[in-house]
């Protein structure tokens, strides 16, 4: 499974795979290798540069074409996501409401204040 679109928009990250799995949140952190991390936390943000980080940029230059290698939930509702490219990307699940949504290609979903340890 590949990323196939990924976008920040309104307060929030979604991305589409190559299967048609869709995922939409509003807490996250990509930590590439080697790069700075970022997250939902550094929108709008400037660090002592000219403009803010142009996160929709950032966050295709991670994540678009990259194949999931591996997926993990935890206990907590927290998303990891790794790519081949050895990145990670982390979803949060901070609060009891709908922090995250998985849309799947069967037309069911899940959201984050949902989420039980089975």
């Known amino acids: 499974m590949t990323a196939t679109n990924a976008t920040f928009k309104d307060g929030r990250l979604a991305l589409e795979f190559s299967d048609g799995t869709k995922i939409s949140a ?3 952190r990509i930590i590439p ?3 700075k991390h970022f997250s939902s936390f ?3 943000q400037k660090y002592g540069m000219e403009t803010p980080l142009d ?3 950032e966050i295709k230059k991670c ?3 990259q194949t999931v290698t591996s997926a993990e939930i935890s206990s907590a509702g927290d998303i990891t996501i790794t790519l081949a490219n050895h ?6 699940n901070f609060t009891s409401y709908e922090a ?4 799947f290609t069967d037309g ?4 984050s204040n949902y989420w039980k340890n089975n």
């Open 100 to 103: 995250w949504e998985i849309q």
């Open 42 to 44: 550094d929108v709008g």
């Open 63 to 65: 994540i678009l074409k």
């Open 26 to 28: 509003s807490y996250w």
């Open 55 to 57: 996160m929709d940029s």
């Open 33 to 35: 290798v080697n790069q």
């Open 108 to 111: 069911t979903s899940e959201y």
């Open 87 to 92: 990145a990670h990307l982390q979803i949060f």
